[in-house]
């Protein structure tokens, strides 16, 4: 059961008019935590919204816990729990009011005086939602999302506009989420987002998913990793060659500026100084770059992540 | 840590899923008592609800602004006051309430929850009704203070209220499900303010020259304080004549709404 998919997408294509938001997208979400990663306008919103039902795709198939999200939304909607990505809230109801008022439509929700605290909205309980600031209405949306226990939540941009203290609380709450069996389905233009929550990460652009699997299997797929270092200029990068691994490269970039390619690890870190010390060169500026999200999303595209 | 190797553990958590709708009528209660109390705190939704009607009421009854033709003013006023208080709650507070919470994105929002839609406009059309019941109390109380005497029948005085009340729903539905927020909200009060005029609310439609009177009769609110006044001011059977009148804007105005109304 558990890795059944809880999101399958197939040749998703929606149009909105003349223009196409999303554009045949394929996306196999399993449990655990999905971020869908990509720049403004990518489709990401289209692609959550059409899981959650809103829309209807002019092709393709969505299936949501083994629903269709339109056809089946009276079954699937007390199983999800939804994010949106702003408002969703009367603007003159209580915080706590509100929340307790969509604990109260569904059969088994969480304890909601509990809910408030750990997401530190205990203390504007009794502020109207138009009152409250923008992070304090993001988390009550999340807690909207998931105060009915469900066993898939969509958070669309959850951290967008948060102060780092309320964005690791956001993160704290979605992996105790995923501790306890929810799945939790995620968008997001924060790379280090997605690197830090996410199981699986699918990379969307202009409507298509150009790249899906772990961090660490995107960020490995990418170019090599690097290590650079700056010395004195002409030093002997044959010699250093045959000091490293079988698979590695070595080059000066420009002069007394070298980089060194290949399985960049302690072993390789220790041979690199030891060459160093052999020759009496003093790598200055010594830095070892691992390749993030953000390089194999400009590699893939061609475009900055955070357009 | 891919999740094919790190399974994430089930059972006893916090979060540990246990999904389930309420049942259907708790669901409906719950709503319809948070959109109660959204209307009564709402002080714009208050001046429309409560403050205009008593004030009209109390202002024509003690002074003789307008001529009311026989009898006690309070006779012919208590109808047409209560005329207006359906349409400020069904008609009016409705279609502002509405027309900003999909501005807003709680009709969004609900649409995911395990509320259906047909539970949330049932929802919205009981709270509709209990803030009614509660104006209808008020008119009456200050009516009775300031000396009115009602007669007729109480089948046909409810029939007429709940045929004003369906007319005024589906207009401002449909004024809320296809304007702007911001729209709806000036022409929802326009036109309240013109009904109001010419409604036959405390201005009577004898008043205006008698080609306008064939028109302003058709509206629906004409017909509603038309129709109450027949009956308890002057102890007239049923009404059929207004409602029929107030059926067919019912019918249309829902029908309308139900068809082109945009939840977002």
Redesign the interface.
């Known amino acids: 059961m ?2 059944d998919p809880v999101v399958q997408v197939c040749g998703l294509v929606k149009r909105y008019g003349g223009k196409t938001a999303v554009d045949g997208l394929d996306l196999v979400a ?3 935590i999905t971020a869908v990663l990509g720049p403004n306008g990518a489709g990401k919103t289209t692609t959550v919204e059409s899981c ?3 829309c209807r795709p002019d092709s393709g198939t969505v299936r949501v816990l083994g629903l269709d999200p339109v056809r089946e939304a ?1 079954a699937l ?4 729990g ?1 994010m ?1 990505q ?8 209580r915080a706590d ?1 509100m929340l307790r ?2 604990a ?5 929700p ?1 304890d909601v005086a ?1 809910l408030t605290e750990r997401l530190g909205l205990g203390s504007c309980g009794r502020t109207p939602y138009r009152r409250l600031s923008g992070g304090q209405q993001q988390r009550l949306a999340l807690a ?1 999302a ?1 105060v ?4 898939l939540v969509f958070l669309d941009e959850p951290t967008a506009g948060l102060d780092p203290q309320a964005r690791r609380a956001t993160w704290d709450l979605v992996r ?8 939790v389905i995620l968008t997001t233009h924060h790379m280090d987002e997605a690197e830090q929550l996410a ?2 990460v699918a990379i969307i652009d202009a409507g298509k998913v150009v790249a899906q699997g ?1 961090p ?2 995107l960020c490995r797929g990418g170019a090599e990793n690097t290590l650079r270092f700056s010395g004195r200029p002409g030093l002997d990068v044959t010699s250093l060659l045959k000091a490293l691994p079988a698979d590695s490269t070595a080059a000066e970039l420009t002069p007394g500026s070298y980089r060194v390619g290949g399985k960049i690890d302690p072993q390789l870190l220790a041979t690199v100084t030891t060459w160093c010390a052999q020759h009496g060169v003093m790598p200055e500026k010594i830095s070892v770059e691992r390749h993030t999200l953000e390089d194999v999303f400009l590699e893939l595209t061609g475009k900055e992540l955070r357009g | ?4 190797t ?6 006893g ?10 049942p259907l009528p ?2 409906i209660a ?2 319809a008592a ?1 959109e109660t ?2 209307l009564l ?2 002080g714009e939704q208050l001046l429309l609800t409560v403050v205009i009607p008593t004030l009209l009421l109390v202002l024509f009854s003690a002074v003789d602004i307008v001529d009311t033709g026989e009898g006690k003013a309070v006779d012919f006023l208590a109808p047409g006051i209560l005329a207006l208080a359906v349409m400020s709650t069904a008609f009016t507070g409705q279609a502002i309430a509405t027309g ?2 999909r501005r ?3 009709l ?2 609900l ?6 839609r047909w539970g949330l406009m049932t929802a919205k059309t009981l709270s509709v009704l209990v803030t009614e019941v509660l104006q209808v109390l008020l008119v009456t109380v200050i009516a009775l203070a300031l000396g009115w005497s009602p007669h007729g029948n109480p089948l046909a005085v409810l029939l007429l209220l709940v045929l004003g009340t369906a007319a005024f729903s589906g207009l401002g539905l449909l004024m809320a499900g296809t304007l702007k927020a911001e729209a709806t909200l000036a022409a929802a009060n326009l036109v309240f303010l013109l009904l109001l005029v010419g409604g036959g609310v405390v201005v009577p439609l004898d008043e205006f020259p008698q080609a306008a009177q064939d028109v302003l009769g058709l509206l629906p609110i004409s017909a509603l304080s038309g129709g109450l006044r027949d009956v308890l001011q002057h102890g007239a059977g049923m009404p059929w004549g207004d409602l029929a009148i107030l059926a067919v804007w019912a019918v249309a105005g829902l029908a309308a709404a139900g068809k082109l109304f945009r939840w ?1």
């Open positions: 558990r890795n399993r449990a655990g959650e039902g809103y009276a909607r007390p199983r999800i939804v949106l702003s408002g969703g809230v009367y603007s003159g109801a009011e008022h969509v109260r439509l569904h059969a088994h969480l509990a909207m998931v009915g226990r469900p066993e105790d989420l995923r501790a306890d069996g929810v799945s199981d699986d772990s660490e299997e | 840590m891919s999740a094919g790190d399974t994430p553990a089930t059972g958590g916090t979060y540990a899923p246990r999904p389930g709708a309420a708790r669901m719950a709503q948070l109390r959204m705190r709402n900003f919470e807003y994105g709680v969004k929002r649409a995911v929850s395990p509320l259906p977002e």
